[in-house]
C-alpha cells in the first residue's frame, strides 16, 4: 500500500550530482527509492561558475565549456551507477548552471523527493553537512533526503541496514504530521517496521500541561505522552495497517534521544517547518543536530508537505 496523492505518486525522484562520493551514495540511495516507487529518477547537475564580489567572472568560452564537459562526465558516472544498481528504472540526466542551491529548490517544485549527499566537492572536512545541503533541507518544497558521508556507493553501507526499522520523531504538534506520514510510506514501502520517538522533558511539561505542571509526577507525565503520542498514530495506523508500529517515550534532550533510537535505522524521518527565502535558510536545533550526527539518511519533510 502506497499512500501518496496521484499528482505526487508520478512525480520523479531528483538526484544531486557533483561528482563526489557523497553525490553517488546519494544516487544508489535515490535510485533504490525510485524503484521502490516505480517513478523516474532525474540526475541533476549544477553547474556553479566562480563569483567575483559583486558579480561573476566572465569566463572564457573554453573554461565554460571544460566546466560543461566535467558536468557531463559527472552525469555519465552517474548514469552508469543507476545501471548497474537499478537497471530498469528510468533515468533523466539534466545539466542547469546557477546556484546548486537554488536550482535544486526549484527543481524540487516538481519533484517527489530530493536526495543530496551530505558533503560535496570542496566541502570543508571540519563541517559534517554543506551549506547546500542545509539550504535545500531547509527551503524546497518536497522532502529532501541528506545521505551520509561514511560507507561505500556501491551497495556495503545498506547491507547491515536494509531489514533496520524506519524512525520518526513525533512531536506534539503538527510539525510531525507530515513526517509520520513519509515515514509510514517508507517502511510499508520497504516491508519494515516503524519506530516512533516521542521525547518530553520539563519544558514539555510547562508548555504542555501548563494548567498544573507542579501537581504531575514522572509516572502521570510519561502516561500522558503515551497517549498524546497514540493520538499521532492513530490516523496513520488506520491508513497502514500492515505497518508494524514500535511507540517509545523518552526523556532528554529530543535529538540526542532520537538519534541514540535510530541506531540502528536505515532512514530517519523528521518535520520541519521550514519558511520562506530569508527565514528558511535555518533549520530547526532539533533537525540541524540530526542531519550532522545520523549514521543513515535522514528525510526532511516540511509540515506544508503533502
Known amino acids: 500500500?502506497?499512500?501518496?496523492?496521484?499528482?505526487?505518486?508520478?512525480?520523479?525522484?531528483?538526484a544531486g550530482v557533483d561528482g563526489s562520493e557523497s553525490s553517488l551514495?546519494?544516487?544508489h540511495w535515490a535510485a533504490l527509492e525510485a524503484r521502490r516507487h516505480s517513478v523516474p529518477l532525474r540526475l541533476l547537475h549544477v553547474c556553479h561558475p566562480p563569483p567575483i564580489r559583486h558579480g561573476r567572472i566572465a569566463l572564457p568560452r573554453s573554461v565554460a565549456d571544460a566546466l560543461a564537459d566535467c558536468g557531463?562526465?559527472?552525469?555519465?558516472?552517474?548514469?552508469?551507477?543507476?545501471?548497474?544498481?537499478?537497471?530498469e528504472v528510468v533515468v533523466r540526466s539534466e545539466q542547469r548552471e546557477g546556484h546548486p542551491a537554488e536550482e535544486m529548490i526549484r527543481s524540487a517544485e516538481t519533484a517527489r523527493l530530493v536526495v543530496m549527499g551530505s558533503r560535496g566537492i570542496g566541502g570543508f572536512a571540519s563541517l559534517l553537512v554543506g551549506s547546500v545541503a542545509l539550504t535545500v533541507a531547509a527551503r524546497a518544497s518536497c522532502p529532501v533526503v541528506v545521505t551520509p558521508t561514511t560507507g561505500h556507493h556501491d551497495g556495503e553501507e545498506y547491507a547491515h541496514t536494509e531489514r533496520g526499522?524506519?524512525?520518526?520523531?513525533v512531536g506534539r504538534d503538527a510539525i510531525s504530521d507530515a513526517a509520520l506520514g513519509f515515514g509510514f510510506e517508507a517502511a510499508d514501502a520497504r516491508g519494515v517496521d516503524l519506530m516512533a520517538v516521542?521525547?518530553?522533558?520539563?519544558?514539555?511539561?510547562?508548555?504542555?500541561?501548563?494548567?498544573?505542571?507542579?501537581?504531575?509526577?514522572?509516572?502521570?507525565?510519561?502516561?500522558?505522552?503515551?497517549?498524546?503520542?497514540?493520538?499521532?498514530l492513530a490516523h496513520w495506523r488506520e491508513r497502514y495497517p500492515?505497518?508494524?508500529?514500535?511507540s517509545r517515550v523518552r526523556k532528554g534532550k529530543p535529538a540526542k534521544c532520537l538519534l541514540s533510537?535510530?541506531?540502528?535505522?536505515?532512514?530517519?524521518?523528521v518535520g520541519t517547518r521550514g519558511k520562506s527565502a530569508m527565514a528558511g535558510l535555518s533549520l530547526g536545533s532539533i533537525s540541524q543536530a540530526v542531519l550532522h550526527h545520523a549514521h543513515c539518511p535522514v528525510m526532511m519533510v516540511r509540515s506544508d508537505a503533502g
Open 72 to 87: 557531463k562526465e559527472y552525469l555519465a558516472d552517474a548514469e552508469h551507477l543507476v545501471g548497474q544498481v537499478t537497471p
Open 198 to 232: 516521542h521525547v518530553w522533558n520539563e519544558a514539555t511539561i510547562e508548555t504542555g500541561w501548563p494548567d498544573y505542571p507542579m501537581r504531575l509526577s514522572e509516572d502521570d507525565v510519561i502516561d500522558a505522552e503515551h497517549r498524546v503520542l497514540a493520538e499521532r
Open 165 to 169: 526499522p524506519v524512525v520518526v520523531g
Open 242 to 246: 500492515d505497518v508494524e508500529v514500535d
Open 261 to 269: 533510537e535510530a541506531r540502528v535505522a536505515q532512514l530517519i524521518v
Open 25 to 27: 551514495r546519494a544516487v
Open 1 to 14: 500500500m502506497t499512500d501518496v496523492s496521484d499528482t505526487a505518486a508520478h512525480r520523479d525522484i531528483v
